[in-house]
């Protein structure tokens, strides 16, 4: 069974702070999603990164997908209380069916 | 705007009971997902459907089952409910097998057995 890992699992921030969550596996990907979900909600597709070294950016938050397609990082810039949330990675097997889902890391940005 | 709908949000059932989670997506995707979501083990899949009236198990099926008679419904069944089956569950779609393609999750229910 793949597994995937994410550090840190807890993280609370003071607005305006920068951070960097990890996600990573022995596993090799055909693809790697990164969902956010708030509170009381479903999970929310932020990007899918594809190609080893890929490099996403979304206002301020950077993706980046490692260069064996194992590992990935999100990146968040001057962090806002919007931010705040449960941020799962998903790693997508060949054949697209089957998502492995990390056990998230929760972000607290405290204005 | 698209949506996956789950019938209840919160729901309290007694061990042994039959309980029913019903998910309904208005994409016409063609792959519909069941999770369960627990603090620090992320989302395990239960099961799977890619058509109608298929199915297949995912990697926690142990006491679950699943019917899909129309395309837009899924519905998880929990034969004779027990407490370590509490839990947040959630329901997702996908459009099709390509595998970039994003899952659409419903807002879950958090079912608790008593």
């Known amino acids: 069974t793949q597994l995937l890992e994410q550090s840190p699992q807890f993280l609370s921030i003071q607005e305006g702070e920068n951070l960097t969550v990890y996600c990573n596996s022995s596993?090799?990907?055909?693809?790697l999603q990164w969902y956010r979900q708030e509170p009381g909600e479903g999970p929310v597709l932020l990007v899918t990164v594809v190609t080893g070294g890929e490099v996403k950016k979304l206002k301020r938050l950077t993706f980046q997908f490692g260069d064996a397609r194992k590992d990935s990082s999100l990146h968040i810039t001057a962090a806002q209380p919007g931010d705040t949330g449960l941020y799962l990675c998903?790693?997508?097997?060949?054949?697209?069916?089957?998502?492995?889902f990390g056990p998230g890391t929760r972000l607290s940005v405290l204005p | 705007d698209v949506k996956v709908t789950q019938s209840s949000r919160y729901l309290v059932k007694r061990t042994g009971e039959k309980v029913f989670l019903e998910c309904v997506q208005d994409m016409d995707h063609e792959n519909m997902f069941w999770y369960r979501q627990d603090p620090g083990l992320g989302l395990r899949l239960i099961y799977f459907?890619?058509?109608?009236?298929?199915?297949e198990k995912g990697d926690i099926p142990e006491g679950y089952s699943v019917s899909r008679e129309k395309k837009e419904r899924f519905s998880l069944i929990l034969e004779s409910a027990s407490t370590n089956q509490t839990s947040m569950y959630l329901c997702?779609?996908?459009?099709?097998?390509?595998?970039?393609?994003?899952?659409?999750f419903g807002s879950g229910t958090q079912l608790s057995v008593l």
């Open positions: 459907s890619y058509d109608v009236k298929m199915k």
């Open positions: 596993s090799v990907f055909s693809s």
């Open positions: 997702a779609s996908k459009q099709d097998r390509a595998p970039n393609e994003k899952l659409f």
């Open positions: 998903a790693g997508v097997e060949a054949y697209g069916q089957n998502f492995v």
